[in-house]
């Protein structure tokens, strides 16, 4: 039933898809069809904005990360130099 809806949510055509936690309490069947889905969209030129609180789910399918500190943004750097040490350090505003 999970991926009726987002496939469903999928079909029409965007510029951009903002896509706020997408695999929050999803079952994992559903989180890998829901991943491909961003991919093709992404593929299909669309502007793709991930919000994920799941680190693994962000280094899998962004080409940039912006990273916030206190409500800011205090880096964005491309996923070549995304490390989850260098990540962790700027969510805990350790680098700038």
């Given amino acids: 039933k999970q991926k009726v809806i987002v496939a469903r949510e999928f079909s029409v055509p965007v510029k951009l898809l903002i ?6 309490g999803i079952d994992v069947g559903s989180i ?3 991943h491909q889905q961003i991919i ?3 593929d299909e030129g ?3 904005l991930l919000v ?4 693994d789910e962000i ?8 990273v916030m500190f206190e409500g800011r943004i205090v880096k964005t750097l491309p996923i070549a130099e995304a490390t989850r ?12």
Avoid: C, K, W
């Avoid at 040490?85 to 700038?96: H, N, Q, Y």
């Fill in 19 to 24: 896509a706020n936690q997408p695999t929050r």
């Fill in 32 to 34: 890998e069809f829901i």
């Fill in 40 to 42: 093709d969209q992404r």
């Fill in 46 to 48: 669309s502007a793709v």
């Fill in 52 to 55: 994920s609180a799941e680190l």
């Fill in 59 to 66: 280094l899998s399918l962004a080409d940039r990360i912006a």
């Fill in 85 to 96: 040490e260098r990540l962790g350090l700027l969510m805990a505003g350790a680098e700038a």
